[in-house]
């Protein structure tokens, strides 16, 4: 049934909602409230979908009581509305509320006990509790197996959601055979063709993705992509969410070129499916955003942003972890328009959401203080930066390692810092660092090499060593042109100090 048909469906149920006489009819209500519901969450229409869910709530407490399982599921669809809006604080009680009713009602080993769990434990992830939610998955899994079987949809859908949670912990090596059993079961139990296999592919994919495996990452989202295609026709928004994937994943390869009209494409079918101002589609334009961004086009890409920060704002709150990366996004695209005055406020406001989503030592929170400091040099306020840029790569270390993405980004980003400080030595020692790094992690041609090499290149000429400065520009120049489009802001960047080292 399309979501259309759905629509019609629930609508006319919400009329009859309202024909029942409200001492005879209230409970047998009580479906088609929940549906109304349960279609405009799936719309993005949270505003709507929470006081349907609410009335639906106290009319099944009413009907069975507060401790019966239908009042537990009940709890569990409220919190989970709540959750999709970054209302963590208000979600958690109501999961931990049906998670009790549950347990004690159908007992700690039955099934929809572990789906109690499953739902809780999902929570403190989004929360970025790792620790409190992974206990919760392994007991979801340990029950889901023994009730259901170990090859089981269900025993599938929990194990990719642990694999989550461990890949979202850096614990690459324990997520990745969790990630492959459960697209074996997707495979197994609903076939090689079926949606399901598709974003099961995708999830393995992103896993790779993480671990620099791009070359085998890429045939498994192509593989996804006509599953989906194919299953859900091409206009589907499942269709879209692999297309942003795709784009995604070329994106972190460099191929920025082929990635843009997957990211187009991807928009055009969320705006179509799900409507402008859907969650989904701030999502997509957000993306499509940051490539522009990386590309050096900065005058296309921020009324993209701004159109992504304020459908989020709407329709996820001001307070959603989406709005705070999104928030993080228009900041740093502010910052590399040379406009800190305007980036910092906006960093700040990502920053206490990250804090307050995920807590201070979460990687989020660390990498975005990093941007905060930042912008802070690019303000002249120089001791204010050295500390928080010592802060997040101290903090980063602990959380991710030492040689990860984040700490390249907080790496060079300090040594902007040495140059303005004008500790030239230290900032080369950084830049060339950063510049090995980025080798290793994305290889020798891609485009976020350029921005190292051109500030690197900056303090060469500095301090007067025109030869060595004419070989980094020239790496730059020639990842530029080949991997970037005309007359974006790198390019003509590093064209002018050509210009220099040549004059």
């Not at 963590?88 to 009790?100: D, H, K, S």
């Not at 009209?261 to 701030?282: N, Q, S, V, W």
């Not at 920060?309 to 993080?328: C, Q, R």
Request: charged share 20%.
């Amino acid at each position: 049934m399309t979501i259309r048909f759905q629509g019609q469906y629930f609508l006319s149920c919400g009329k009859k909602i309202q024909s029942f006489d409200k001492n005879k009819g209230l409970f047998w209500s009580f479906p088609s409230l929940a549906g109304l519901a349960t279609l405009l969450k799936i719309q993005g229409r949270y505003s709507e979908a929470e006081p349907l869910f609410r009335r639906a709530l106290a009319i099944i407490e009413s009907a069975v009581g507060v401790e019966h399982p239908d009042t537990g599921k009940m709890l569990g669809n409220l919190a989970s509305l709540l959750q999709a809006q970054g209302r963590y604080a208000e979600a958690e009680p109501l999961f931990r509320r049906a998670l009790v009713i549950t347990e004690t009602a159908m007992g700690e080993e039955h099934p929809d006990t572990a789906t109690m769990l499953h739902n809780l434990a999902r929570l403190l992830q989004a929360r970025g509790l790792y620790a409190e939610a992974e206990p919760l998955f392994y007991r979801s899994l340990a029950i889901t197996e023994k009730a259901m079987g170990e090859a089981h949809p269900v025993t599938g859908t929990i194990l990719h959601n642990l694999a989550n949670l461990l890949q979202a912990q850096g614990q690459y090596t324990e997520a990745e055979p969790l990630c492959r059993r459960s697209l074996k079961i997707a495979e197994q139990a609903m076939g090689k063709d079926h949606p399901d296999t598709g974003v099961y592919l995708k999830s393995l994919a992103s896993l790779l993705q993480s671990q620099g495996q791009y070359a085998e990452a890429k045939p498994l989202l192509r593989r996804a992509l006509v599953i989906t295609e194919t299953a859900m026709g091409k206009d589907h928004p499942a269709t879209g969410v692999m297309l942003d994937s795709l784009a995604r994943l070329l994106q972190a390869q460099g191929h920025y070129v082929e990635a843009e009209p997957l990211f187009r494409r991807a928009l055009t079918i969320t705006e179509k499916a799900m409507g402008e101002d859907h969650p989904e589609t701030g999502i997509c334009l957000a993306n499509l955003a940051l490539l522009l961004q990386n590309q050096g086009q900065y005058a296309e890409a921020e009324p993209v942003l701004r159109r992504a920060l304020t459908i989020t704002k709407i329709a996820m709150g001001n307070e959603h972890p989406d709005t705070g990366v999104t928030l993080y996004s228009l900041a740093l695209l502010h910052h590399d328009q040379d406009r800190p005055d305007e980036a910092a406020p906006l960093i700040r406001q990502s920053l206490e959401i990250q804090q307050k989503t995920h807590g201070p030592d979460h990687s989020h929170s660390l990498i975005t203080m990093n941007a905060w400091a930042a912008i802070l040099t690019a303000q002249g306020k120089l001791s204010q930066a050295q500390a928080l840029h010592q802060q997040a790569l101290d903090g980063l270390r602990q959380a991710v390692g030492p040689d990860h993405r984040y700490i390249a980004t907080t790496l060079e980003d300090f040594g902007l810092l040495r140059f303005k400080q004008g500790r030239l030595e230290e900032a080369e020692t950084l830049y060339r660092q950063v510049v090995d790094m980025y080798k290793k992690l994305y290889g020798s041609d891609h485009p976020k090499l350029a921005r190292p090499l051109i500030r690197l290149t900056r303090l060469l000429l500095q301090a007067n060593r025109q030869d060595e400065a004419d070989v980094t520009c020239q790496q730059a120049l020639t990842i530029c042109q080949e991997r970037l489009p005309k007359d974006n802001t790198y390019t003509l960047e590093a064209m002018a100090y050509q210009q220099q080292v040549c004059g």
